[in-house]
């Protein structure tokens, strides 16, 4: 078994979550609810969050205990689903990138993007 277990928790994890994020984005109260609060800011205030929540993960991959970094990484997971979510990318969206790229070289799929290092 790989260091990084089996995907299935995570899924079943992912899977709640994009639902409880769904239905706060179709009822949820701004007044309750940090999902529907962040979601009604929109894209910006998302991206800001996002990008925010991503430095805490790399901060934490640098200096502190492991359970800050799951931590950090749920933060960060989270974040980047309501991101998804504002603009309407689906993790059916996510799922095909990441399916696209099986079979291929981190470095030849970079290099077909031109990307820098």
């Not at 299935?8 to 992912?14: K, Q, S, V, Y």
């Not at 925010?52 to 980047?80: C, K, P, Q, W």
């Amino acid at each position: 078994m790989s260091i990084l277990g089996p995907a299935d928790r995570l899924a079943a994890a992912l899977a709640y979550l994009g639902q409880t994020i769904d239905a706060r984005a179709e009822i949820g109260d701004a007044s309750s609810s940090w999902t529907a609060k962040l979601l009604a800011k929109g894209v910006g205030a998302c991206a800001d969050k996002a990008e925010e929540e991503a430095g805490e993960f790399i901060a934490a991959l640098r200096s502190e205990t492991d359970d800050r970094v799951a931590s950090e990484a749920a933060d960060m997971l989270y974040h980047a689903l309501v991101a998804l979510r504002v603009r309407g990318v689906s993790l059916d969206d996510v799922a095909a990138a990441l399916e696209k790229r099986q079979g291929t070289s981190g470095i030849v799929e970079k290099a077909s993007r031109n990307v820098p290092d």
